[in-house]
């Protein structure tokens, strides 16, 4: 059995130790110690990882009450060993797990949720509540969460006697089996776990809580705790620094430029639009009427839309077919055709075929693009040819 330190002191980092067996597994060397700082997966925090004997330990599980450190090279059994976890890892997991904690206590004291779902992630964790939680109460939460951390409260870690125990409440998320481990938070939580957490909270630093989303009747959270919410509001922050340099606004002012610069796009938009209906309107001008096709050749730059609605008003200035064709700026071309009097789905494998292309549509109407060239798509459409 080994004697674990991790679970009573959280800041065991560097201990000396017996090695009691070494087997090969998966690839690796399951290495069981009479004693060990480091923690094996488990209630949502991964396995540490760290040196043993100068041989890397890339995680630590618990089998059967047994722990293994999964090295990558066997150590031999009987000696005497150093091992030193990496620190800064199982700090930044301290981080996270404690601020969870903090987190649902709050949200179970203040609206009765459950923390039904935490796992940890490389950025942080996911927490799922069982009731859904408003914009206004998040934000709620999340300060009243960072209120705690700046408050400097001490965590207690304690195996309470079965009689102790039975006058506590305690927030607890599965069946509990042999003794019970309680970790508390002053004035804020407490709840059964068996991870190793921080000693005040002050150490957390800093809690964002973010990306909601309703998830089984309640409310899906990324939580990001010490070192990885400073990462993340990093990130964002010089996000923003190039957003406003981008945008020429000041860092208060990004969502008004933003929306300036979207008024300033939808008006071109619909300037451009109009263009495309006088060009258009010129064009068919040009064409007059005729008993024959109709063949309209367009810059690669006009709109799908624009291409469309000259092929419908030229279908019907015509006794044939009108067809539009948009150069195609990787080659080839877009084609639309329309025709009063003509069955075009049942033209359409022989024109596609005579166009080098691919398309359909109905009776009236067919789309696609075509290889041809212009003097073969002049031949094939006898008639006037415009643009
Ligand atoms: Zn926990």
Redesign the pocket.
Same mark, same amino acid.
């Given at each position: 059995m080994t004697e674990k330190l991790y679970d009573l002191n959280g800041r065991a980092r560097a201990f000396s130790a017996r090695v009691l067996s070494c087997a090969e597994k998966d690839g690796k060397w399951a290495v069981e110690l009479d004693r060990t700082a480091f923690f094996p997966m488990g $209630? $949502?925090?991964e396995g540490d990882q760290g040196i043993l004997h100068g041989v890397r330990v890339t995680d630590t599980v618990e089998e059967d009450g047994r722990i293994y450190h999964l090295c990558i090279s066997p150590l031999p059994v009987g000696a005497q060993v150093q091992g030193t976890l990496d620190w800064e890892l199982r700090f930044a997991r301290m981080q996270v797990?404690s601020g969870?904690?903090i987190v649902s206590g709050i949200a179970h004291g203040k609206w009765g949720c459950e923390n039904v779902g935490?796992h940890m992630t490389a950025e942080g964790a996911v927490l799922d509540f069982d009731r859904e939680l408003d914009a206004r109460q998040l934000r709620e939460l999340e300060e009243e969460a960072n209120r705690a951390v700046w408050a400097n409260l001490p965590f207690r870690v304690w195996y309470p006697s079965p009689e102790e125990l039975a006058a506590l409440s305690f927030r607890q998320?599965k069946e509990l089996r042999g003794p019970v481990r309680l970790?508390e938070i002053q004035g804020i939580d407490r709840?059964a776990?068996?991870?190793p957490?921080v000693e005040r909270s002050g150490e957390i630093g800093l809690i964002r809580l973010s990306d909601p989303m309703r998830h089984r009747g309640g409310v899906r959270l990324t939580l990001r705790a010490g070192l990885s919410a400073w990462q993340e509001d990093f990130r964002l922050a010089r996000d923003a620094d190039s957003l406003c340099r981008l945008l020429s606004a000041p860092r208060t002012g990004m969502p008004e430029a933003v929306q300036a610069l979207q008024k300033r796009m939808e008006e071109q938009k619909a300037a451009l639009a109009a263009a495309e209906r006088r060009y258009t309107a010129l064009l068919l001008d040009t064409a007059g009427e005729t008993e024959g096709d109709l063949c309209f050749f367009l810059p690669a730059e006009t709109s799908p839309a624009a291409a469309r609605e000259l092929c419908e008003q030229g279908g019907s200035r015509c006794g044939g077919i009108c067809a539009v064709f948009t150069e195609n700026p990787a080659g080839g071309w877009r084609y639309v055709m329309a025709s009063g009097s003509r069955d075009l789905r049942a033209e359409s494998r022989a024109l596609n075929a005579a166009l080098r292309g691919r398309g359909g549509g109905s009776p009236g109407m067919i789309q696609g693009s075509a290889e041809a060239d212009r003097e073969e798509i002049g031949a094939l459409f006898h008639g006037k040819q415009i643009g």
């Open positions: $209630g $949502g925090q797990h969870e904690h935490f998320k970790v709840c776990c068996c991870a957490h």
